[in-house]
């Protein structure tokens, strides 16, 4: 069965740090695209950061850009997406997506609020 699930979320001052975890099981782990997402109330879902687990590439939202930090652990089936200097703006429901080709597996979601 595939599972995907998404931990580490929580509530934090402006300025503080979060680290989300995406473990991944079912499915072989190489060669996807993993991707986080978040989902503000009354926005769009939109992706913040992406990783290549074949290649180990990243990609950043501008809106994230140098406080954000996307990373693996592939002998854990994990990637990880450590927050720094978070502020108001960041609150949403963050979601973990892998991807290829037509496999399309999310998590349910973590909540992040940070306060000012």
């Known amino acids: 069965e595939v599972q995907v699930a998404e931990s580490g979320g929580g509530s934090v001052q402006a300025g503080g740090s979060l680290r989300l975890s995406c473990v991944a099981s079912?499915?072989?782990?190489?060669?996807?695209?993993v991707g986080w997402f978040r989902q503000a109330p009354g926005k769009e879902r939109e992706e913040v950061s992406c990783?290549?687990?074949?290649?180990?590439?990243?990609w950043y939202a501008d809106s994230v850009k140098g406080r954000f930090t996307i990373g693996s652990d592939n002998a854990k089936n994990t990637v990880n997406l450590q927050m720094d200097n978070l502020n108001s703006e960041d609150t949403a429901v963050y979601y973990c997506?892998?991807?290829?080709?037509?496999?399309?597996?999310w998590g349910q979601g973590t909540q992040v609020t940070v306060s000012s």
């Open positions: 997506n892998f991807r290829r080709g037509a496999e399309d597996y």
């Open positions: 079912g499915f072989s782990f190489g060669d996807y695209a």
């Open positions: 990783f290549v687990t074949s290649t180990g590439s990243t």
